[in-house]
């Protein structure tokens, strides 16, 4: 089981699509993240809230949008994508401060732009 | 800029113990990860490390960290099919505990 969960769990879209990815944490963490795992690359850090306040942003295109309403949910708003942006879109959560953390990601939402 | 580097295959057979190797470039590194990655499926984290720890053990798996050659071990002992997965490392530095970098990822195949 998973304290981190993302929906949906797949999700084809077109490049003129507007399309939204969810996660809820339900570890009382104050930190969030959304990272992509694509094909024969290393996972890539793309945003980073703690707090509710985005502190980190990776140089990710415009056309991903993420929002944190609050310290439970975190949504990456995906608009006008390229089919290079196919890939696996993990959340994670973790609590900040303290001396030390562990993160935990999601299952993940499988993108594949058409 | 930081790196970490894994073998990206590993095969053994079942009951065997298996050790993933991974090395990493960053000195400031505070804790280091390991996470499995089913087919389908997102990361589990397995365990982690301090950096001021030599070694780590829970059940049949043993973390070793040598901090001098930057270079970090996951042994799982009595290999089983089910361990079949692909095995990241992945480090952070304090301070940015969320901000992980992780390696390519070793596929572990474990046969029969």
């Known amino acids: 089981e998973t304290g981190v969960t993302q929906t949906p769990r797949h999700l084809v879209m077109g490049m003129t699509n507007k399309k939204s990815l969810k996660c809820e944490q339900h570890l009382g963490h104050n930190a969030m993240y959304w990272y992509k795992q694509s094909a024969k690359k290393p996972l890539e850090l793309m945003f980073v809230y703690s707090l509710e306040e985005r502190v980190e942003n990776n140089s990710v295109p415009s056309r991903f949008s993420p929002e944190c309403p609050n310290s439970s949910h975190l949504f990456l708003h995906l608009h006008t994508l390229q089919p290079e942006d196919s890939a696996l879109y993990l959340c994670?959560?973790?609590?900040?401060?303290?001396?030390?953390?562990?993160?935990?990601f999601g299952e993940g939402s499988w993108l594949t732009v058409v | 800029g930081e790196d970490v580097e894994q073998s990206l295959f590993l095969s053994v057979r079942e009951g065997d113990s298996s050790v993933i190797n991974c090395t990493y470039t960053?000195?400031?590194?505070?804790?280091l990860y390991w996470y499995k990655q089913e087919p389908g499926a997102g990361l589990q984290l397995l365990t982690y490390?301090?950096?001021?720890?030599d070694m780590k053990q829970d059940q049949r798996l043993t973390v070793l960290l040598n901090k001098k050659d930057k270079h970090l071990s996951l042994r799982i002992a009595d290999t089983q099919t089910g361990d079949s997965a692909i095995y990241f490392c992945a480090e952070s530095t304090k301070g940015n505990t969320g901000k992980l970098i992780f390696g390519q990822g070793t596929t572990l195949q474990v046969k029969p």
């Open positions: 490390i301090f950096s001021n720890m």
């Open positions: 960053d000195s400031s590194s505070t804790y």
């Open positions: 994670a959560s973790s609590q900040e401060g303290g001396g030390g953390n562990t993160i935990y």
